[in-house]
């Protein structure tokens, strides 16, 4: 019986919850080697007679689907936080939802060309959907950079797999999932006498690849701890007096001077970390930088504090602000400071504010920030410390500039209470582990409220806190002087995938190409 051309739509439907389920939350891992191929089968079997323009139409589907089920918790961002109506913070999330998938729609239009063009018939088109997906990755990291929960981040567990990101970071992950999801899609579009036979290679190739998974991390022997303080202070409703400010601030000297008692006074050099937090924490205030000079003194500690940094302008009122990581030396003087460079849209600054002026409510709390222009590690004795904060953590070709720039060590610095309870912190966490596997770094992540980490260099959360409690984490790690291929040569395999596609299309244009925009 021949299917139903709708059938194709519920295929892309399943690829795309499939996908969801794949990340966190709940974090079924293993679904990944399963997500695209029903994508992939609604765009290529003919039995549903899909158009060019059908298979960007499901493929786009699938994308909207996905982010709407992935990144749920921008609604909860724009409602709590940005001062819209729940009405209004739908909108933002669909409008999100709509623009995001069009590189899911950018994916069909590239494989529905390559398919039906004389160059490639089914099989060969499947083999290349992996090259493609890399592509658009790529594209999506580079030009709207919101490269959120790319696949290969699904398998970021999986101790052996994960041994290619050094070379060919976290685009060579997805490129190995997308693989196996095209053998098992070619298994449904061969005849029936070879269907078994190439399926059962997906299959077994998809559970020898996430039995990965299972494989123990091996023992890892640090020579340092760190003191990361999870400061836990609300984001809203708090009434920053001089009396409340002066109580919040004694505490977490208090909580900071407890936490490096115990770690021996041998161990050099000492390292107290906090976070990104909705603190009132400005460099430039007289009343902070005695306390953190105090503590850095008693504790005999460098302090990396995440804080609102100042530089003057020629007039008061053409001063710039920064959200920074500052550097404080044990003997209380302040050192280098990091400005975060990639800011958050409609979250740190507003885009073309002339024309978005509504949108300006959501930077009402903290301003409109400045960029900075430097990737400089910090210093902490005679190692560099890359220090990069909150989403910066996303970007891969981004962060292995501070271990090229000599950083030993990694601190992500984040404030992951913006985004609520569940999804995005463990989405979070997963994309740094990533990048302390790409560059072979140990990753120090400290957190306003959860999930605060020390990550090997392997990917393994080592120490971790709980979430919603002032604490602090004694957060094991060791400096490491070496650099992997992927940190020296950065994205080339994504770029090799872009060019492979590229090339592709032209050998799809150049052999006659029956193509109808039905």
Request: proline residues 7%.
């Amino acid at each position: 019986m021949r299917p139903s051309p709708r059938a194709g739509w519920l295929l892309a439907l399943l690829s795309a919850l499939l996908q969801i389920l794949s990340f966190p939350s709940p974090g079924l891992y293993f679904l990944c080697w399963i997500s695209l191929a029903p994508l992939l089968v609604s765009m290529i079997d003919r039995r549903y007679s899909p158009t060019l323009r059908q298979c960007v139409l499901l493929s786009y589907f699938c994308g909207v689907i996905w982010y709407g089920g992935t990144c749920y918790w921008i609604f909860h961002v724009m409602h709590q936080y940005g001062n819209l109506s729940r009405f209004v913070a739908s909108g933002v999330l669909i409008l999100f939802c709509l623009y995001l998938a069009l590189y899911h729609a950018a994916f069909g239009l590239l494989l529905g060309l390559v398919t039906r063009s004389q160059a490639f018939a089914n099989a060969r088109a499947l083999m290349l959907a992996p090259v493609l997906w890399v592509a658009v990755e790529l594209a999506r990291a580079h030009i709207t950079s919101f490269p959120w929960d790319l696949l290969g981040y699904a398998e970021v567990n999986n101790l052996p797999l994960t041994r290619i990101a050094p070379v060919t970071g976290v685009y060579g992950l997805s490129l190995v999932i997308a693989l196996v999801n095209s053998v098992l899609a070619l298994g449904f579009l061969l005849p029936r006498e070879r269907r078994m036979s190439v399926a059962l290679v997906g299959v077994l190739g998809a559970i020898a690849l996430e039995s990965g998974s299972a494989v123990p991390y091996i023992p890892v022997h640090p020579d340092h701890a760190a003191q990361l303080v999870q400061v836990n202070l609300p984001i809203l409703g708090t009434n920053w007096s001089p009396a409340y400010y002066d109580q919040t601030i004694a505490q977490l000297v208090q909580l900071s001077s407890d936490g490096a008692r115990t770690i021996p006074q041998s161990s050099t050099p000492r390292l107290i970390v906090w976070p990104e937090s909705p603190a009132p924490f400005f460099t430039s205030d007289p009343k902070f930088q005695h306390w953190v000079a105090a503590l850095a003194q008693d504790s005999r500690s460098y302090l990396i504090v995440g804080t609102l940094g100042v530089r003057a302008g020629p007039k008061p009122d053409n001063s710039e602000l920064f959200n920074s990581a500052q550097l404080i030396a044990p003997d209380g003087s302040p050192g280098l400071r990091y400005d975060k460079i990639h800011l958050v849209p409609f979250g740190e600054f507003v885009p073309f504010r002339h024309l978005l002026s509504f949108a300006q409510s959501l930077t009402h709390d903290i301003g409109d920030l400045s960029r900075g222009n430097e990737r400089n590690p910090l210093r902490v004795d005679d190692h560099g410390v890359g220090t990069f904060i909150c989403y910066e953590s996303i970007f891969p070709d981004e962060v292995l500039r501070f271990a090229q720039n000599g950083a030993e060590l990694f601190v992500n610095i984040s404030d992951d209470g913006w985004y609520g309870r569940y999804g995005a912190p463990g989405q979070h966490l997963n994309m740094a582990r990533m990048r302390a596997i790409e560059n072979g770094r140990w990753l120090l992540r400290a957190t306003n409220d959860g999930i605060t980490a020390s990550i090997s260099p392997l990917g393994e959360v080592v120490a971790v806190a709980p979430r919603y409690v002032r604490t602090v984490l004694q957060a094991p790690y060791s400096f490491e002087s070496g650099t992997t291929f992927y940190t020296r040569h950065g994205d080339w395999f994504a770029h090799t995938c872009a060019i492979i596609s590229v090339l592709a299309l032209l050998i799809a244009a150049l052999s006659g190409s029956a193509i109808r925009l039905r």
